[in-house]
């Protein structure tokens, strides 16, 4: 069974940083790209992130890109979000999701339950 | 990037309607397509990749039809379990998009 654990989740202030992790299990972790997601209170999803199985390809949103940093541990079969600067916009639950193939054109599968990120002071 | 539209935002139906929810991307994305539901408090769950394939699970009354730009989740005959939000979701591009989600609510 595939399942997906989100933590990390935290009260920050506005220009701190946080490190989300997201422990994979019941597949072969490193065969697949892994995203991360997130929802503000009452809003809609956003694609965040995402690292392709081998972790050699990444890519992100503009909201995020240059102070977030997606990354993965094949051998911990862990997916990680370094978030650097945030800001009070960046206050949402934060889901990983497994990605059906390895790089590409591919659906997102499985979803944990998510990580409450808020940022205020 | 891609921009993805849905409508309508709210949907207000009865058990037993047929119901239909648009999505348009803002350039062809073929049939790079997924549609999402979501329950008050959970993950979202997948319904449909490549635009019209159903996964396993989904009930028969969902369908998904449209490439291109223009693309359509229908439910035959809403039932109670169906009250949820919806989004579609590009993955054509590496940098994926959603919709902003219809939500179906009780008439």
């Known amino acids: 069974e595939v399942q997906l654990v989100e933590s990390g989740g935290d009260l920050v202030q506005p220009g701190g940083s946080l490190r989300l992790s997201c422990a994979a299990s019941g597949f072969t972790f490193s065969t697949y790209a892994m995203s991360w997601v997130r929802q503000a209170p009452g809003k809609g999803l956003e694609w965040v992130s995402v690292i392709s199985g081998s972790g050699g390809s990444t890519d992100y949103a503009d909201s995020v890109k240059g102070r977030f940093t997606i990354s993965r541990d094949n051998s911990k079969n862990t997916l990680y979000l370094q978030m650097n600067s945030l800001r009070a916009e960046d206050t949402a639950v934060y889901y990983c999701?497994?990605?059906?193939?390895?790089?590409?054109?591919?659906?997102?599968?499985?979803w944990g339950q998510g990580t409450l990120v808020t940022v205020s002071s | 990037d891609i921009q993805m539209t849905q409508s309508p935002s709210t949907l207000s139906a009865s058990v037993g309607d047929r119901v239909t929810i648009t999505c348009r991307a803002s350039?062809?994305?073929?049939?790079?397509l997924a549609w999402y539901q979501q329950k008050p408090g959970k993950a979202p769950k997948l319904l449909f990749h490549?635009?019209?394939s159903l996964e396993s699970g989904v009930p028969s009354r969902f369908s998904g039809s449209g490439s291109g730009t223009e693309f359509t989740l229908t439910i035959s005959s809403l039932q109670p379990d169906d009250f949820a939000t919806y989004y579609c979701q590009q993955y054509n591009s590496y940098s994926r998009t959603f919709g902003q989600g219809t939500k179906v609510e009780i008439k």
């Open positions: 350039q062809s994305i073929s049939s790079w």
């Open positions: 999701a497994k990605e059906r193939g390895a790089y590409g054109d591919f659906p997102l599968d499985y």
């Open positions: 490549k635009a019209s």
